[in-house]
């Protein structure tokens, strides 16, 4: 139904001279969205005071309301072109005066977990980029076209909006840090098996994949008005540092049925983490934190460990953030398992003692478009060590890219051995007590695999050197008889 509508935004994106790549495209139609969605709520909210014989207050004054400035109406209840600003006159208005209004919710919020404090965030951290009031006319004609007040339409824009982020995250060389594969967040949540009650953390959000996944995991149609209510306001709580992807975050979780995301826009790696207390953990924490940054001195100070790789600093965050008996499922690069300098040895041996490593999958290469690593998930529930890792070695039989993904198909295997951790041609056992006291590498390493391709004799590779050669150079003799 919206999917036309979708696709005829991103035409005028693409014209529009302000908006040059794909992270524009999603960054400027989530603005425009969540003050659509914002409008249909606050009228929802409307008729439903005014059935219960209560008034209604608007968040949002009369001059800045959408249906105000944006999409204007006539008394017939026909979009009124004489009034709706376009031109520099719109650029104007949105840039110095719809802008700062919105921005000023911060100060305004009463605390950081309403909706108010999240448009104040939202509009703080991001601008506008149409330059062309007309483009950017066209584009909120478009927008009104879509709808947010059935669970049906949310869901249809929820999916198109994923698709978006997806295109987004395969656009730019570190995709991974946009969009981790739903196949892959889904196995993730089938083990680790949330329940109505837990809080789910997740302290590198990016655009809260993991979130809404675990959301639409635990929303089932049998679900109590106490359990809904549970679901949607004491569930989920996600951190996230870059302006962009706190947006587009924000955006997807309400796309997916959450009225006021618990989204808080910071960098997770400045709390220490001797800080964290037992009123600050989380009985489930899911999470694929960034692959290969560098951080700062001051910023390492705050963890016991000291390392500059960032994806170390967020992995001894989450151990700490688990409550006892609480489940963990991380993305990280496979190197972690082997690096023999001192602060993977040190975390490894933490992990080890700390929690229960009980599962590792390896991901084949090409899981994360865009991003030149291999990946393993490690599952752990923290509170007593480690005895026995399980591991699991996907392969889906084919090579990964942007037209052959991962599929939900390709986790069935792993998830359904992992409920006994049974073994078979891609998955074996490991006892903590064989393996190497000091190093504590873990790699993957299968033991019922064999190496099918012996090596060849270094004369038979040299000989078909020399026949490539030959060829080649009959090929150039022709090409140049034919000039």
């Known amino acids: 139904m919206f999917e036309q509508t979708f696709k005829r935004l991103d035409d005028v994106l693409w014209k529009e001279a302000g908006c040059t790549t794909e992270l524009d495209y999603t960054e400027q139609s989530s603005w425009m969205l969540f003050l659509k969605y914002l409008d249909d709520h606050e009228r929802d909210r409307q008729q439903i005071a005014e059935l219960e014989g209560r008034h209604y207050s608007f968040l949002i004054d009369r001059k800045y309301r959408w249906k105000t400035w944006a999409a204007p109406r006539d008394e017939n209840g026909a979009f009124d072109h004489n009034h709706a600003l376009t031109g520099d006159d719109l650029i104007e208005f949105v840039d110095k005066k719809l802008f700062p209004y919105l921005a000023g919710f911060k100060q305004r919020a009463d605390s950081p977990d309403t909706i108010e404090y999240k448009i104040g965030e939202i509009f703080g951290e991001i601008r506008n980029r149409f330059r062309s ?12 076209e879509l709808q947010f007040r059935s669970q049906r339409e949310k869901h249809e824009m929820s999916a198109l909006y994923e698709e978006k982020i997806q295109r987004m995250g395969n656009a730019g060389r570190n995709g991974g840090e946009y969009y981790t594969p739903r196949p892959l967040i889904r196995a993730m949540i089938r083990v680790v098996n949330p329940k109505i009650g837990e809080r789910i953390y997740d302290g590198a959000a990016g655009s809260a994949g993991f979130l809404c996944e675990a ?11 106490s359990d809904l209510n549970t679901l949607q306001r004491h569930t989920f709580v996600g951190k996230e540092k870059k302006s962009l992807a706190y947006v587009i975050a924000i955006m997807n979780m309400i796309l997916h049925g959450i009225d006021a995301p618990n989204i808080i826009h910071t960098n997770t790696l400045t709390e220490k983490v001797s800080d964290i207390q037992n009123k600050d953990r989380y009985e489930v924490i899911l999470a694929n934190p960034p692959f290969g940054g560098k951080e700062r001195p001051e910023i390492q ?17 989450f151990i700490r953030s688990l409550k006892p008996g609480g489940r963990a499922a991380i993305v990280i690069k496979n190197t972690f398992l082997s690096n023999a300098d001192n602060a993977a040895k040190s975390l490894r041996k933490e992990l080890l003692e700390k929690c229960d ?7 084949p290469a090409g899981t994360f478009q865009g991003a030149g690593v291999k990946t393993v998930v490690l599952f752990f529930t923290r509170g007593t060590p480690t005895q026995k890792i399980w591991y699991y070695h996907l392969d889906p039989g084919r090579s990964l890219g942007k037209t052959t993904a991962l599929k939900d198909d390709d986790f069935a295997d792993f998830v359904t051995l992992q409920a006994t951790k049974a073994d078979s041609a891609k998955s074996w056992s490991v006892n903590i007590s064989d393996l190497d006291a000091e190093s504590c590498d873990l790699s993957v390493k299968n033991p019922t695999k064999t190496d099918d391709t012996p090596l060849r004799d270094p004369e038979e590779i040299l000989a078909e050197i020399a026949a490539l050669d030959a060829e080649s150079a009959d090929i150039l003799t022709t090409i140049r008889g034919m000039l």
């Open 133 to 144: 009031g007309y483009s950017l006319r066209d584009a909120l004609e478009l927008v009104d």
């Open 215 to 225: 959301h639409d995991y635990l929303r089932t149609d049998n679900l109590s008005t």
């Open 301 to 317: 100070q705050n963890f016991p460990i000291k390392t500059g790789e960032t994806a170390f600093l967020f992995l001894q965050h």
């Open 357 to 363: 490593l009980h599962t590792v999958l390896d991901c």
